[in-house]
């Protein structure tokens, strides 16, 4: 069963600097989503990207963050000068084919420490 | 605010028990989803809901439109049943992203 995969499971990093959260989505999904959960909190919509461009993105989501698609199959999150409150799990997710408004097939995460 | 209210927050049950976690919201949504949250963090999707009724195994999950509320039933609760459980929705305005509820803690007792 096809399945969505992300990269690393575990990233530490100190503060200040820049990290890149990679995911493979499923192949011919269109709606790709990241999604964050800080720790013992609920999970926050980060941004939404379709069509090689963000179409919705929240307020978290500032100019620290940045989200690509390089090479039509990896789907990356950019933290340009990570801070301590940018601990946490990192998820991508996408749904199938046939549209945004449908089930969402969920990575196993990253999870981000800034120190 | 918030948008999504999950109750309760925690739940112990021994195991064979039938349970129910319930979801509220204030906004109008197209769809429902229950989802599973497991120990090691990763997120699995239950369901997705409309309207009226779905049924998965021991897993059944409802949702009233005009009441704005969906519940999630499990029967002969399994101690592998353990985990977090979480309804999230899709609202009207979104482009599919989903807005979480802040999840029941699930505990089944051998």
């Known amino acids: 069963e096809p399945e969505v995969t992300q990269t690393p499971s575990h990233q530490v990093t100190q503060m200040g600097q820049e990290v890149i959260l990679r995911c493979v989505p499923i192949s011919n999904h269109l709606y790709f989503y990241w999604y964050r959960q800080i720790l013992g909190q609920k999970v926050e919509f980060l941004v939404s990207f379709y069509n090689n461009e963000i179409s919705e993105k929240s307020e978290i989501f500032d100019d620290q963050f940045s989200v690509e698609r390089p090479d039509g199959s990896n789907f990356t999150l950019k933290i340009r000068s990570t801070k301590l409150e940018d601990s946490a799990m990192y998820f991508c997710a996408s749904p199938p084919t046939g549209g945004s408004y449908n089930e969402q097939f969920f990575g196993p995460g990253t999870r981000l420490t800034v120190l | ?110």
């Open chain 2, 1 to 110: 605010k918030n948008e999504v209210e999950q109750s309760p927050q925690n739940l112990t049950a021994q195991e064979g028990e039938f349970i129910t976690i319930n979801c509220s919201y204030s906004v109008g949504i197209s769809a429902l989803h229950w989802l599973q949250q497991h120990p090691g963090g990763g997120i699995v999707s239950l369901f997705m809901l409309s309207s009226g009724k779905k049924k998965h195994g021991r897993l059944i999950a409802t949702i009233n439109i005009q009441e704005k509320h969906s519940s999630l039933h499990i029967t002969a609760s399994h101690p592998r049943d353990s985990a977090v459980y979480i309804c999230a929705i899709h609202y009207g305005g979104s482009q599919g992203n989903l807005i979480f509820g802040k999840g029941t803690k699930l505990s089944v007792k051998p």
